[in-house]
């Protein structure tokens, strides 16, 4: 036998049932009666034959060589058409030689023994198979097939062989009724084939048990059950279009066990329940290469769900109109290097749900609830760019590692992260909108860790001015560490509300708000209604500013060991911190709050430094300019030393008498400013500051010297076990000293101490 290649999609396959010369076995046949006289003659013993059929439209309708089929073969042979010209090459989808049951019965049914039978170049149309309870034509046997598997081929093959499977190439199954499964064909591998407009009441709208290579599938409905393809693979360089599951199916264009599925396009699928696209009843599914397009789930994931390995795939415009993952659910093992493009859920994932992400993009997607693009699973060295929902306007609930976030919104809560980790992510440009307390966020809300990050021009704001959005960089975030923020704003909190950080570095965030009370903070912002907030060992600096020019950094949270700029502490506490002045920049004032061991260095405010501060403890006031006091606490253990007011050397001045000084060191103030209390050393005014200065110690210059009048003079009080002054020094080491720092004795040489 001579053997013809034809070339059809990307592969080239050598079939035996291309347009080839046959010796003593071929058949030709030009009409019904001949060919049920050809196949008869096969079955009664002529195993290989070639029925050549020549070109016309063949009705079968009328033929009852078995009860299950209008045509039956017994023996292995192939039946081809003799014009080769493929139905891609001809007006309407079609080849020459038409097989049309008239939606009588089956067009064929094969009998299990029969191994790999061919069909080439033919059109199966109108063939409907029967199940046993159905009443068949008066005449004729009773129906045996207990599915009703196949509407134009059946092959009863009992078991899975698949190498006996019947052989479909380049043949049409156009409209055919599959009973309950296998609208066009049943345990039939399929090459180079078009099924359209072929119907099942169960699952497999066109094909059923089979591999499926260079296929068209388009246009194929099941009224109640699972996919246009039925536990069918390999599926490879197919094309799916407009398929549909109703009835609560899954899988509009292909469903079952463990597959794998190549180079293929899937568009307009549609499902009444989950995977618009593709849906994994069992095994593993793997899927490379393929491209999904506006396919739509009633339930989850409008493209994929369950599958759980995906490599190199694009989705866009797939729509989960009623619960998780607009592209994608449940991929459990690993999605790698795919594009997410416009996808949409109405609840949960806008892209995908509950799946391992790596090396992927994700550019405007949306969630109707939350994660704009990713909801819960992983995401690791991926994008999100421009995607939104309410919550999460990139993802939500999701562990976020090495990813960049861009230009994505929220409604509410978390411009790019709701909920969920983050771990050396880089947030740019994401927003966040809404007036409500538990609204904002717009780099980051309610994440439980948050680490290594950058946030740059993150957004908590709605353009209103009578609207609070709360925490321009992170919100509700508890820990959050080793993270860098630059130029975020919002209504209340620039880089943060109501957040704990760590080791962070702030710069530029502000608020374009103009009030003038609490609700300017800029930095970081706690709030009493929910457990006491802190930020440790970070610095902020830069022009964290409002509106009104006022710089307040951290208002209603505890700061500990770190560097303020520009900015001041406000309702809240501070310990071993320091705050530097920025010209032009007011530090506004540290109201309503209390410090221990501070160092405040070159402030300026157009007001008051220090205003209602509960209480301050050995902190060193120097280099500051305007007023210092508006009502005070209890003042004990701090110096003050070379501040200015209109011009001149006032090292202690301000209104009111609200306040008690103790053991506090000071060389000028006003006659008008009364400084009440015990112990407090008043030095002369040519006598030097006794601090060390930056050339002995650039990091800490405004330490005390030894020949300081501030050592040795604080009162004694109840300091915790193991309390540090600013630079990390045993605070308790004898009688304590005036001031930020303890005494730094000298390290090396000889002390000599003369009474």
């Known amino acids: 036998m001579e053997k013809t290649s034809v070339r059809f999609g990307k592969g080239v ?32 013993g002529g195993s290989d034959t070639t ?104 092959h009863a093959i009992s078991g899975s062989f698949p190498s006996s499977r019947t052989v479909v190439s380049n043949c049409v199954f156009r409209s055919n009724n599959g009973g309950k499964q296998g609208g066009g064909t049943y345990n039939c591998n399929a090459w180079n084939c078009c099924y359209t407009n072929n119907t099942t009441t169960s699952c497999g709208s066109a094909v059923i048990n089979s591999a499926i290579y260079n296929c068209l599938i388009v246009d194929n409905r099941t009224s109640g059950g699972n996919g246009a393809a039925r536990n069918c693979g390999p599926i490879s360089n197919c094309v799916f279009i407009a398929n549909r599951s109703a009835g609560g199916g899954n899988g509009g264009a292909a469903y079952g066990g463990g597959a794998v599925v190549t180079d293929c396009v899937f568009s307009n699928n549609w499902t009444s329940g989950s995977g618009g696209a593709l849906c994994r009843e069992n095994g593993n599914w793997t899927v490379s290469g393929c491209r999904f397009y506006c396919n739509a789930a009633g339930g989850n994931a409008g493209a994929c769900n369950g599958v759980q390995t995906l490599t190199n795939c694009y989705f866009e415009g797939n729509v989960c109109s009623n619960s998780s993952g607009g592209a ?78 861009t230009n994505n919104c929220a409604l509410n809560q978390g411009g790019a992260l709701y909920k969920g980790t983050a771990e050396g992510c880089d947030f740019y440009g994401n927003a966040s909108f809404g007036g409500d307390w538990s609204y904002g966020g717009g780099g980051c809300h309610s994440a439980t860790f948050v680490t290594n990050c950058t946030f740059r021009r993150c957004v908590a704001w709605n353009g209103v001015s009578s609207t609070n959005a709360y925490g321009g960089g992170v919100k509700d975030c508890r820990n959050v560490v080793a993270c860098y923020f630059d130029d975020c704003h919002a209504a209340k909190g620039g880089a943060g509300c109501n957040s704990c950080l760590y080791d962070c570095v702030i710069t530029n965030c502000w608020s374009p708000q103009t009030w003038s009370d609490a609700a300017d903070a800029v930095g970081m912002r706690g709030d009493a209604k929910d457990s006491p907030c802190e930020i440790k060992r ?10 009104a020019g006022t710089g307040r950094a951290v208002i209603k949270m505890y700061a500990e060991d770190c560097e303020i700029v520009g900015g001041s502490v406000v309702w809240g506490g501070a310990n071993r911190c320091v705050f530097r002045g920025t010209d032009g920049v007011p530090s506004a004032c540290c109201d309503n709050s209390s410090f221990t061991n501070c160092l405040f260095a070159g402030c300026y405010s157009s007001g008051y430094l220090f205003t209602a ?60 400013f009364t400084v009440l209390g015990e112990g407090n050393i008043q030095i002369a005014a040519g006598r030097g500051y006794g601090f060390v200065g930056p050339e002995a110690n650039p990091e800490h210059p405004y330490a005390l010297s030894y020949s300081s009048p501030a050592r040795n003079k604080g009162l004694t009080i109840d300091w915790s076990a193991g309390a540090t002054d600013l630079a990390g020094q045993a605070r308790v080491n004898g009688q304590v000293d005036i001031g930020c720092y303890e005494c730094w004795l000298p390290s090396v040489g000889t002390l000599i101490s003369v009474h």
């Not at 035996?16 to 079955?43: D, G, H, K, P, Y």
């Not at 309708?61 to 014009?83: E, F, P, W």
């Not at 030689?97 to 170049?121: E, G, L, M, T, W």
């Open 328 to 405: 994608l659910n449940n991929a459990s093992n690993c999605v790698w290097r795919c594009t997410f493009v416009g996808n949409k859920a109405y609840q949960y994932g806008g892209a995908a749900s509950g799946s391992v992400l790596r090396n992927c993009l994700f550019l405007t997607n949306s969630a109707s609830t939350a994660g704009g693009a990713v909801y819960k699973g992983t995401a690791t060295n991926c994008v999100f760019a421009e995607n939104s929902s309410t919550n999460g306007g990139a993802a939500a609930e999701c562990i976020a590692v090495n990813c960049a976030f």
């Open 613 to 672: 501060v509960s209480n301050m403890v050995n902190c060193t006031v120097t280099g500051c300019k305007g007023q210092l006091f508006a009502g005070m606490g209890d003042v004990v253990n701090s110096l003050f030393l070379g501040n200015t007011y209109n011009g001149e050397q006032v090292d202690l001045s301000g209104t009111g008498d609200s306040r008690t000084f103790r053991n506090c060191l000071y060389r000028t103030k006003p006659d008008t």
């Open 538 to 547: 970070s610095r902020i600096y830069g022009r964290c500013v409002t509106a």
């Open 51 to 154: 029925i050549n059929v020549q070109p016309g439209t063949y009705d079968v309708s009328g033929v009852h060589m078995n009860a299950d089929g209008h045509l039956y073969l017994g023996k292995t042979c192939t039946i081809q058409g003799t014009d080769a010209t493929s139905w891609t090459e001809r007006d309407g989808r079609d080849t020459a030689v038409v097989f049309d049951a008239k939606d009588v019965n089956r067009i064929v049914y094969v009998h299990q023994s029969v191994a790999a039978p061919r069909f080439c170049h033919l059109t199966f149309q109108n063939g409907h198979a029967h199940q046993t309870n159905e009443t068949p034509p008066e005449g004729w046997a009773a129906y045996t097939d207990t599915y009703a598997r196949g509407g134009a081929i059946s």
């Open 13 to 44: 396959l050598a079939l035996a049932c291309s347009v080839a010369t046959f010796a003593a076995q071929a058949v030709e046949v030009s009409n019904v009666a001949e060919l049920v006289a050809a196949i008869e003659a096969v079955n009664a």
